[in-house]
């Protein structure tokens, strides 16, 4: 019901940056909150950053606070991931997502986009 496109991975090196983008079309009335979740290989998807697109509140997972900053251009239904300081850790297929209702937790996600591959060397 919400179509979703993430642009703006790429190849780095440690401690380079990267800003993502993320594009809602279709039913955004329902996209009350939207949010950025990672999968390395091997690994679950794991949650990266939320914000609501009312009141602009934020929330972060520890393993990337401090270093990137999600936000929000609401006329345009589109959510930004500046990621600053990059880590070989923070390899992964990024995904973007959206919800009517707050969520951190993957399996309450049930709309993804198709993903943008942010690799990041040593």
């Known amino acids: 019901q919400v179509q979703l496109v993430e642009s703006g991975g790429g190849l780095v090196q440690a401690g380079d940056s990267l800003r993502l983008s993320c594009a809602a079309s279709?039913?955004?009335?329902?996209?009350?909150?939207m949010a950025w979740f990672r999968q390395a290989p091997g690994k679950e998807r794991e949650f990266v950053a939320a914000i609501s697109m009312n009141s602009g509140s934020t929330l972060y997972a520890d393993s990337v606070k401090g270093r990137f900053t999600i936000s929000r251009a609401n006329a345009k239904n589109t959510i930004f991931l500046q990621m600053n300081t990059l880590k070989p850790d923070d390899t992964a297929v990024y995904y973007c997502t959206a919800r009517r209702y707050w969520s951190t937790l993957t399996n309450d996600y049930t709309n993804w986009g198709q993903g943008t591959q942010v690799t990041v060397s040593s």
């Open positions: 279709g039913r955004t009335f329902s996209a009350n909150n």
